[in-house]
């Protein structure tokens, strides 16, 4: 009992002394607790009229706020408890810990700012149909870290958010609609007025065409068989098949028009020159052999 009695003798007036500054103390944490509530709530709201469709971010955001507010009012209360060595120590080994876990977890890092970002600005979303790398498919989901897209082979591929963001991409399905590039040649022998026409006349045939866009047809240069030209043209896009099938129609709906207007598709051939210019066909005018009689 005397050693309790005298411990509570030389604690006794320090302890006094103190517990007005641990009053306080609460006092300040109190406060700094449901401001920290209260700026949470507002900024949930506030954020969630800007972000109406994207509800993690929001909550991402006021949270955040939350703990900072809340951290601001550790550090007040300890240094109202006159325990700033405490804190210099605090921030000092939560530096030296901030160096190691930034090199540890430097592209853990990188990829949750790269999905944050990615929340924000939406630039594809489910189903989607895009290209991001080697990866052509329709997009499962967009996480914090990994982006889920499922590849047109089938499988489900996993890409990391920063290699979205320090690549390009495209996305097909933005604009609803998605451009052909038809590309061909005829032979020297056909005439050309006649291939621009009966092409653009196909094409204008095709059910996906989108009326109100312009079909753009060119020759694009002389190749060493053919004259070469491209058509392009703007068709409804919702799903890959659209796409495929449009081509496909033009393909055949050129292939069939063509052998109706006697317009040769251009091959790789060799010409034999006979003294007519630009040569002959070998199909169009066939070679008579005829065998010399050696007594004459």
Known sequence: MEELKFIWDKWEAPLL??????AIAIFVFIVFYFLARLFKKISFEFYSRILKKQS??????????????????????????GLDSVL????????IVGIVAGFAFKDIVSNIFAGLLL??????????WVKIENSFGTIISVGWIT??????????????????????????????????????????????????????????????????????????????????????FW???????????????????VQKRFAKENISLAYNVTTLDFGVKGGVNLYDNPVTIQTLNKDS
């Open 17 to 22: 002394a103190y517990l007005p500054k641990v």
């Open 56 to 81: 993690g971010v929001v909550n991402i955001i006021s949270t955040i706020i939350y703990f900072l507010i809340l951290l601001f009012g550790i550090f007040s209360v300890l240094e109202i408890l």
């Open 88 to 95: 210099t120590k605090l921030l000092a080994g939560a530096g």
């Open 119 to 128: 929340h924000i600005q939406m630039p594809f979303k489910n189903n989607d």
């Open 147 to 232: 982006t889920s897209v499922k590849a047109i082979s089938g499988e489900e591929v996993f890409i990391p958010n920063q290699i979205i963001y320090n690549n390009p991409f495209i996305n097909y399905s933005t604009l609803e609609k998605r451009r052909i590039i038809f590309k061909s040649g005829v032979s020297y022998g056909d005439d050309l007025d006649l291939v621009k026409k009966v092409t653009l006349e196909e094409v204008d045939k095709i059910n996906a065409v989108l009326k109100n866009e312009v079909i753009d047809f060119y020759f694009t240069g002389i190749g060493s068989s053919s004259y070469n030209f491209e058509v392009r």
């Open 235 to 253: 068709i409804r896009f919702r799903h890959q098949k659209d796409y495929l099938s449009a081509m496909n129609e033009i393909v055949m709906r």
